[in-house]
């Protein structure tokens, strides 16, 4: 029993340039969105936009998670993991670049789309990876991959302000399409070394037994904890830079509160990853839940420190968020039914959690500041820990 465990616990040579190359994929994931929030008031001023038209370039990406959601499972099945995650990275990398330097507001949005195809295809391709090679460490994996992520997201919260003050916002936001080039050349070594676990194909008895799980209250319970979790991420993500600044706080300062919350996710993801490994994760859920409704009180409260509510929100935030990700693994035994799990709760919050930066944006048009706009997360926040309790495990 100990040497299996210990056995588990060590990862061979192959895994080990596998995780290297899910890291570097995920580190590449975010940036495109994230490097948004600091840029946000030049790119409105730039291109006379509304608060509501400029919350599109988040707005967009969260939405084709969701929608490109559906086709990826039946993408890989078809062309193969590696052709579908190359073509993501190469198109993400691409779009960022156009993007930066766009003459008009139809080519940024045009150029933002490319960036949300290439996010939401290559992000989707994740459960059904981790559930063929890692099927026995999951949360685990899913935890290293949330921390890769937060990891990407504070380089480039951090650094964009920064960049933005000296280089000004083209190459500010262009900048990031590197990593996504330094994802594709990981992969192709992964490629090379033939590290990754294919799915195999399933008969049509296993296929009826994997359809996407409309009818199965608690996928949808899942769906819409993940939509709360990613509602209030992305809402902080792109309006809390802009906030600060508002008030008076430099470009560079208000990047830097962003980072700190980029950074404390971070933290989280991998905590929660390591501790929470029971099948009946609701204690967990609930905590993080708890933990990010105090924080968002706090970012509420006009005049209120950003350098504690932040963070505090981000640690709750954080763990919810890897949490999510692993609930489709835990009620799944296969990586296609794993893929279409994850496909239905990636489509499901993502399409929600897209209305959270433009209803924000709206308030913001309408009212002239962004005290409304957090209010409402502190509702959504207490709504994710009321849904927490109805997660119960699956009976195996």
Known sequence: MNNG??????????????????????????????SMGPALPAIID?????????SMMTAIPDVLMGALALPTPWLVRKFGVNKVLMVALGLLSISIFIRAFAGN???????????????????AMFAGIVKASFASRAALIMGIYATAL????TLSAGLTGWLLQSTGWRVAIGIWAVLGVIAMIAWWCVIRKSVVTHPTAVSAK????????????????????FACVNFLFYSILTWTAAMYQEAGMPAGEA?????????????????TGMFSRNLDRRSWLAGCSLVSTIGIVGMAT?????????????????????????????????????????????????LIAACGPFIMGLMHD??????????????VSVLMLALSAMLKPPRY
Request: hydrophobic share 55%.
């Open 366 to 379: 309408r009212s002239g500041d962004f005290v409304g706009g957090y209010q409402l997360l502190v509702v």
């Open 105 to 123: 507001s139809s080519l940024l949005i045009g150029a933002t789309v490319g960036v949300g195809a290439g996010i939401a295809v290559a992000g």
């Open 150 to 153: 937060s990891l990407g997201s």
């Open 46 to 54: 730039a291109f006379r936009l509304s608060h509501a038209m400029a």
């Open 206 to 225: 296993q296929a009826t037994g994997t359809r996407l799980p409309f009818r199965t209250p608690v996928a949808w319970m899942i769906a819409l904890f």
């Open 255 to 271: 990047g830097a509160v962003l980072a700190s919350f980029t950074f404390c996710f971070m933290l989280a993801s991998p905590i």
């Open 302 to 350: 006009p005049g209120a420190w950003p350098w504690l509510w932040v963070p505090i929100t981000a640690f709750g935030l954080g763990g919810a968020f890897t949490l999510a990700m692993t609930l489709p693994l835990d009620h799944t035994h296969t990586p296609d039914a794993a893929n279409r799990w994850n496909a239905f709760v990636l489509t499901v919050g993502y």
């Open 5 to 34: 465990t210990s056995k588990q616990a060590r990862f061979s040579p192959g895994e080990w340039w596998l995780v290297l190359a899910i890291v570097l994929v995920a580190i590449g994931l975010r940036p495109g969105i994230v």
